[in-house]
């Protein structure tokens, strides 16, 4: 069994996570868990600036360190805090821009 954690910015990322992907990734023995990071003590969601969300995927990793977490965020949205950001705001071509802000090592050999 995989456990894979996926961070989204809002309940729109949320329910596509939860209501398509968990559904086709469970047959294959991974499950995945949309979760949203609290913004207040009654709100979850938005204002996501990266030392937030740095630190929520630092906490859930020592909570559950068999697992992997990955995010759901709208690209346009970042904040500009977030590594490379700035660079990556010179590029036109989408797949730069990823590269740019998270690097290819983790996108592998797959591309948008």
Known sequence: MIRVYVICEGQTEETFVRDV???????????????????????????????????????????????YVTTFFDLYGLDSKFPKRESSERVDNLYEKLVRIIGNRFLGRYSI
């Open 21 to 67: 992907l968990s559904p086709i990734f469970a047959r294959n023995n991974i499950f995945i868990t949309a979760q949203m990071i609290p913004s207040s003590k009654t709100q979850k969601g938005g204002a996501l600036s990266y030392p937030r969300i740095k630190r929520y995927i630092e906490r859930l990793l020592k909570q559950e360190t068999s697992t």
